[in-house]
């Protein structure tokens, strides 16, 4: 059983940064699609940015030139580098991860960015 856990998280400050880590346990993680999705109160979870097996990325028009993806094969850990923070950017981030069959979640972790 695949399980995800994210870290990295909490209060950040407008124009900062911070590194959210996702460690992945209970199969092959090489294989998998990962990526960080987030949801603010009242909104719907949205795709922040993912990366293929092979290392391809995509970004949500929102983070582009800000955030960014990386993976570490050997450390099952997907990460996301978030600079230039806003507080648009606060929201609940989950990890997630897909290969051709079931999809995993991480538990969800709190990104607030305030002064």
């Known amino acids: 059983q695949v399980q995800l856990v994210e870290s990295g998280g909490g209060l950040g400050q407008p124009g900062g940064s911070l590194r959210l880590s996702c460690v992945f346990s209970?199969?092959?993680?090489?294989?998998?699609?990962m990526a960080w999705y987030r949801q603010a109160p009242g909104n719907q979870r949205e795709l922040v940015a993912s990366i293929t097996s092979g290392g391809r990325t995509n970004y949500a028009d929102s983070v582009k030139g800000r955030f960014t993806i990386s993976r570490d094969n050997a450390k099952n850990t997907v990460y996301l580098q978030m600079n230039s923070l806003k507080p648009e950017d606060s929201a609940v981030y989950y990890c997630?991860?897909?290969?051709?069959?079931?999809?995993?979640w991480g538990q969800g972790i709190q990104v607030t960015i305030s002064s």
């Open positions: 997630h991860s897909s290969a051709s069959g079931p999809q995993y």
């Open positions: 209970g199969s092959i993680f090489s294989i998998y699609i």
